[in-house]
């Protein structure tokens, strides 16, 4: 079964400050990646996967992420954060071959201040 | 067009009565999933839909819960007997195949046992 860490569980940042959001992933198979981000008060929506290809995934708003297979790594990055950013931010993996039900994180805060 | 909905917003109950959530998937989506999200827990699966297959109900924590997809469409979400660590809230997603899609979720259901 695969799993999925968070290692940080809040993470605060100033507005233009570049952010790194962390997720590590344990699984025997290949996998698929996901970034979901949660705005207060409404609904998880896509930021970016990573299902084949290239390594660097781009997604909405200015981030991406990086699949690293040997540090079993996705984490998310983005160069200048606005306070529009404050958000919830969880990474999800599924396992290829098999039943793609996501694996998710706890999620991370992302808290942008002034 | 229209996203996924969910019925109602806010419930608040009493310990031993049941309750039951509603989802509307997006018209087209054949997989459907329920997931539980509590402070700080992230999200846990319950349940997975999948066109005209036996739903997958490897998440569902207690036989006190149960759900249906009615004409592999809504689908409802019923708790029976429900317990003070049922308040949660309730997510719905679906996504338009079986492989590793977008999940669409929906805003979810607060609920409350009192």
């Known amino acids: 079964a695969q799993s999925v860490t968070q290692l940080d569980s809040q993470v605060p940042v100033f507005e233009e400050a570049p952010v790194e959001l962390r997720c590590n992933y344990s699984?025997?198979?290949?996998?698929?990646l996901f970034w979901y981000v949660q705005y207060p008060n409404q609904g998880l929506q896509l930021l970016l996967k990573y299902l084949s290809g290239s390594t660097l995934v781009k997604g909405i708003n200015g981030f991406e992420a990086e699949f690293n297979k040997s540090q079993t790594s996705f984490h998310l990055r983005k160069p200048s954060v606005h306070i529009s950013d404050t958000a919830e931010y969880f990474c999800?993996?599924?396992?290829?071959?098999?039943?793609?039900?996501?694996?998710f994180g706890r999620g991370t805060s992302l808290i942008v201040h002034p | 067009g229209a996203g996924v909905s969910q019925s109602p917003s806010n419930k608040v109950t009493e310990k031993g009565k049941d309750v039951e959530l509603r989802c509307d998937p997006i018209?087209?989506?054949?997989?459907l999933y329920w997931y539980r999200q509590s402070l700080g827990q992230g999200l846990e699966f319950l349940i997975y839909?999948?066109?005209?297959?036996?739903?997958?109900k490897s998440g569902l924590p207690s036989d006190r819960f149960s759900a249906e997809r009615t004409g592999g469409s809504v689908s409802t979400l019923t708790i029976q007997r429900t317990q003070q660590e049922d308040s949660a809230v309730y997510l719905c997603a679906s996504s338009v195949g079986s492989g590793p899609d977008t999940q669409y979720f929906g805003p979810g259901t607060r609920l409350t046992v009192l």
């Open positions: 699984s025997s198979v290949s996998v698929y």
């Open positions: 839909f999948q066109g005209n297959s036996a739903p997958d």
């Open positions: 999800a993996v599924s396992l290829s071959g098999g039943s793609y039900i996501p694996t």
């Open positions: 018209s087209g989506h054949t997989a």
